[in-house]
């Protein structure tokens, strides 16, 4: 079975949006540029999605919180490059009611300056040390650029922010690590691709020593960042004055990572797994997980939805989220529409034929294949789909993202492959800032950084751009 | 055994503010007023909290949805009476980065106004009515009135709003009926004692027909106002101009009901069952249901906490919240205060005798009552402490409420207890205005309204105010 990509990959912007509204995720008609309004069933796909990464971090030692929206002009301001990273991209509060602030507040942008001075408050010592926090909340940018819906917002309606505080630099470098660790976890538990490189010095977060970035490839051949991690070193405890008594008594400043997931994470899933036909929800995360349909023909309806509502029972006593699709009112192709586009993962059809036989027909979302079985087998053969499904979804991304990563050789190569927009060319580097930044202008594309998650260790060959010997490889892309 | 309540009763503004920090609820010294951060153990008892009120709206066909928090002017402006309400209570953006909005933007400070332009995209025949939504998210007033943790904050981190639409005015009377009881359970379920009141005219929710609210009284005799349930009537639909086809393919104006429940709702759980050493958490929202102390004494230091670590996995095998306290560096009793401060509403000690006697000792927070029991039976005696500790709480906490609910004939004594601030006062009324404000300013009180739950129907007396023909019950409180 051939599955349909050709309006998922030829006008990737215009499927995601119009599935995006058709699917009930999100409707971004809201008389706010950069604003949309997470739907009954997509705010369940986000809850989903959103435990899977709780549960990653409740595990590992991370406590949730909730940290104020506004953070005043004068926090944001002690940290240098951190405000002039951000204070263009901030939405301004200035008046409370009709009364002019005395100090304005910025909605958070991301919070490491809502969170340093409580730091301040309730670090004291080593023992008070990690301190491993995160939050689930909404952030602001007051983005230039065009805004896309879930993938350019100026409302990031889920923003998961983890911050983390600690004693020494060999800490914080593990802590990065293993924030880096949980984000490959959680991507591949959703069958996400993923690549993973070490950004640039001149494309780190404001404030941060070092960042990696998790990006993917859309099906427009553009990459898509979907998660960051970044060693703060101690540029907002020197800034804030956080500081701790070590074992001998000494004070010294502490060590921060932070590290984020937005709404893209969750676009990155509907992204992946999507076809002409819609989103395909992985089974692990579907708020919906079986439609039953029943194939009506009028002489024994009240016997096909008996048996309907009988296997409804059977798949729901073995916990498996099911919706029986009664209307009156629907054909059942046009059903079978309803839900392709949903993303509803398997669908069972049950007529005459079926009935007869005490069987069901069930399809697979994601390849339309069908097949028959008993009603007693049902629940057994779904929970085994569900599995193989999943594998399925996840092979198929990777082997899509791995097609669209390119090792090229020349310049002449690399422009051309960026401007036809195939998806992330790898070529080689020998590091330095300037041929970095002559390989972005002449190729019109943004360099994600050094690979983390290649083998890989011997480089030999030439600088794409110099020409001198090359000491990385340095991933390169149309970014959105 | 005598629980203390000398300070919750005669200094609770303090004892309060205070617990919520020494019990790591919630953190005020955030650097802008009104704002606070909800710490890890604090999030925990909300989000269960929450849970309770979103399988409750989930069970009752509510869908949980996430709207934009920031609403244009234009929004907001389109209902009059609305916008008068809440204009001088906004906190208001004004720049995004260093340019001027064009139209300015309202931090919600409820969401009535974000929802309505949607619904008027969403809603076309009665088939898609009715639509119940909720959502839970942070909201914004800015307060001129001394701001107070938890009570009355300038940023509301958690608001549960639900909005409903419906084709009839039956339908949304119904409707508000439904949203009474889900409260009542919600409220009953935490046992939290509440008086339910229909508000005067003169203080109804801006742009509805009616509001009903619950209160509940506070150790200092004041009411809290914990819950709010409004019929919108037409008032927003006709404003926005959202209408249905109706089965006569008629167009129609929709009909509406909102109710809420913000932090509050948390505030009422902690303050009912508080006492001087904390709070009591009830088990079945407790993060941490039992919490397990060793008593050491050196000689057999380790077959003690040996048996305190089998108590723990016994418990958790039973999916009870156990957390084992071995910190080495604290005396048992420095354990008990912590815990006690924090509400954990089981503690087991460990000690000695009771490892010789293969025995624990299980000491219940809110009586510091002790029992022991074998080893072998601890889950099952925790299990069946849990149930009474909630029925105890539940009726110490109602007949506290009722004994602070008055029912008084002379305005010369209603003024009085109001002044002393001793708790509800209820009086009969002719149901003038006039009479009601004259009552308000006369006792330097607010009307919550004419009670919904109360048996009694015959009223039979005079008026507090004009002497006339009384024809209802009406309560007055110092209200918060």
Known sequence: MVVKRKKWSEDFAEWFRSTL????????R????????????GFKIRRNILQIL???LDSTGHEETLFPLLIPESSLAKESTHVQGFEEECFWVTHGGLTPLKVKYALRPTSETAIAPMLKLWIRSHKD?????????????????ATRPLLRMREVATFKEAHTTHATREEVEAQVMEAVNIYKEFFDELGVPHLVSKRPKWDTFAGAEYSIAFDMVCPDGRSLQIGTVHNLG?????????????MEGKQEYVWQACYGISGRGVAGVLISHGDDQGFVIPPSIAPIQVVIIPIIYKEIEEQINKTCEDVAKRLKVANIKVELDLRADLTPGA?????????????????????????????????????N?????????????????????????????????RRVDSLEETKQLLAEKTGVVEV????????????????NARILGIPLDLEERMIDGKCISCGRKATHIVRVAIAY
């Open 373 to 405: 079985c008993t009603i007693g087998e049902v629940t057994t053969v779904i929970r085994t789909l569900t599995e193989e499904i999943m594998e399925d979804l996840r092979g198929k991304a990777w082997r899509w993202m791995r097609d669209n990563v």
């Open 30 to 41: 809201y008389p706010i540029k950069g604003c949309g309004v997470w739907l009954p069933y």
């Open 428 to 443: 080689l580097w020998c590091k330095s800032r300037d041929c970095g930044l002559k390989l972005e202008k002449e190729t």
């Open 21 to 28: 509204i058709d699917a009930t995720v999100m409707d971004y």
């Open 129 to 145: 040390l990690p301190l491993k926090l995160y939050q689930v909340v909404n952030i602001f940018r007051y983005e230039t650029k």
């Open 335 to 371: 059903k079978f529409y309803y839900w392709e586009r949903r993303g509803v993962p398997i669908r069972v059809e049950i007529g005459p034929r079926d009935v007869k036989q005490n069987e069901v027909t069930i399809v697979r979302r994601d390849t339309l294949e069908k097949q």
């Open 234 to 246: 101690q540029t907002f405890s020197k800034a804030f004055d956080i500081t701790y008594e070590n």
């Open 54 to 56: 709780r549960d990653l």
